[in-house]
T-cell receptor
């Protein structure tokens, strides 16, 4: 089986712009979650989607949003980018009853 | 906030067992203990998880104390490739919505 894929792998944006990141989960996985990793804050949970519904949400401002499509693919969007949004964004998928998630390689976002 | 406490760093000689401790004194009865590791700049990798019984797989063993307030991850024969940040996480059975702490940086040397 192919692993979790994320596109693009690298991205440079300017403050004030918005960005959309994409994640394709492992085939058959219905849960997709997103994480932000920065040197200062470490790995932080953003949100989780299951069957197109947001099931869990972390403590991030409304500028961060996501969605999941009927084929389980997911996107996350960050509007009005700030310098502090520069981070590695990780997507993870799960067959919900497995008790483990599989992480993708991440998208490295740089905001200038 | 993370519900676990781990040492910041540990060292281990190649070929020896690496024993990584974790405290989770506020764990609820239906919460599991998960271990993940992250090798520099890669996505975290699942290692093992358990509820109350000890668990073993091809990667590691997980020893959970009887009161479930602490656990130990054991890598039986550490190699240089095991150098990574190891995260102990308390989460529900589905294991999604993971709240990561700072983890333990394990350095394996020859």
């Amino acid at each position: 089986k192919a692993g979790v894929t994320q596109t693009p792998r690298y991205l440079i944006k300017t403050r004030g712009q918005q960005v959309t990141l994409s994640c394709s989960p492992i085939s058959g996985h219905r849960s997709v979650s997103w994480y932000q990793q920065t040197p200062g804050q470490g790995l932080q949970f953003l949100f989780e989607y299951f069957s197109e519904t947001q099931r869990n949400k972390g403590n991030f401002p409304g500028r961060f949003s996501g969605r999941q499509f009927s084929n389980s693919r997911s996107e996350m969007n960050v509007s009005t980018l700030e310098l502090g949004d520069s981070a590695l964004y990780l997507c993870a998928s799960s067959n919900s009853d497995m008790g483990q998630v599989f992480f993708g390689p991440g998208t490295r976002l740089t905001v200038t | 906030d993370a519900k676990t406490t781990q040492p910041t760093s540990m060292d281990c000689a190649e070929g020896r067992a690496a024993n990584l401790p974790c405290n989770h004194s506020t764990i609820s009865g239906n919460e599991y203990v998960y271990w993940y590791r992250q090798i520099h700049s890669q996505g975290p990798q699942y290692i093992i998880h358990g509820l109350k019984n000890n668990e073993t797989n091809e990667m590691a063993s997980l020893i959970i104390t009887e009161d479930r307030k602490s656990s130990t991850l054991i890598l039986p024969h550490a190699t240089l490739r095991d150098t990574a940040v190891y995260y102990c996480i308390v989460a529900n059975q589905a294991g999604t919505a993971l709240i990561f702490g700072k983890g333990t940086t394990l350095s394996v040397s020859s």
